[in-house]
């Protein structure tokens, strides 16, 4: 796995700063990337605990449609900045035994279960392998790129979680876009971003990415692993 280039080291924000730029129940939360040190005050990393509970609602940046050529689909309803965290990918942690006990169900579940490792996933699914229609699941249903369209939100493993961080602004009304991964069973053609390596990302979103790594010293290590040559 690459080591990221030197000058992508942590920002250390001031708790001031936090608060300021983590946004409203009106706005989508995240630090935004130009977020800088208050050289006035002592600073503090940015923690995962505090961004998870500042995580704004889905529904506050973003809406569902079911008329697309690829079923539902989530756009945005304002503008969002490149760096934003959207949110955590939504579901209950399951082991691989227990996820395997959804018997003829686990067929659709298998399009929105997140592999966290060999032995766990991410299971956003009701008892019939379907996504509810909730603002809190809503996140599951963002689309991988068709060819001809870049992904414009990174799927980024830390821990238990895996995060959603926009790695270019977003514009209103456009669909939010992700990368399901390399080992993700597709029946169908995707753009080469989604599949991760740099290969498929413009050089706009690999810095972006390189600045997440710095404004989120966590997700370090899901920023390497996106980027991996």
Not at 91 to 107: A, L, Q
Request: charged share 20%; hydrophobic share 30%; aromatic share 6%.
């Amino acid at each position: 796995m690459p080591e990221l280039p030197e000058h992508i080291s942590p920002i250390q924000v001031s708790p001031t700063q936090v608060s300021a730029t983590m946004g409203s129940p009106d706005e989508p939360g995240g630090i935004l990337l130009q977020a800088e040190a208050d050289p006035n005050q002592r600073a503090a990393p940015l923690s995962e605990s505090t961004c998870l509970s500042t995580l704004p609602c889905p529904s506050t940046f973003s809406r569902v449609e079911t008329d697309t050529p690829h079923g539902r689909a989530v756009f945005s309803t304002r503008r969002i900045p490149p760096g934003t965290l959207l949110g955590v990918y939504p579901g209950k942690h399951r082991s691989i035994d227990e996820f395997n006990t959804r018997g003829e169900y686990i067929i659709p579940a298998l399009r929105y279960a997140y592999y966290l490792s060999h032995s766990t996933v991410i299971d956003p699914c009701d008892e019939y392998g379907e996504v509810p229609d909730t603002a809190e699941l809503r996140l599951a249903l963002v689309n991988e790129p068709p060819p001809g369209l870049e992904i414009n939100v990174a799927a980024l493993s830390s821990g238990q979680q895996v995060w959603f961080t926009s790695v270019r602004e977003i514009s209103l009304g456009e669909e939010l876009l992700t990368c399901y991964g390399s080992n993700y069973p597709r029946d169908y053609l995707s753009h080469a971003s989604a599949l991760g390596g740099r290969e498929g990302l413009s050089t706009t979103a690999i810095r972006n990415l390189e600045h997440v790594a710095r404004v989120y010293p966590w997700l370090q290590n899901g920023v390497k692993s996106l980027l991996r040559d």
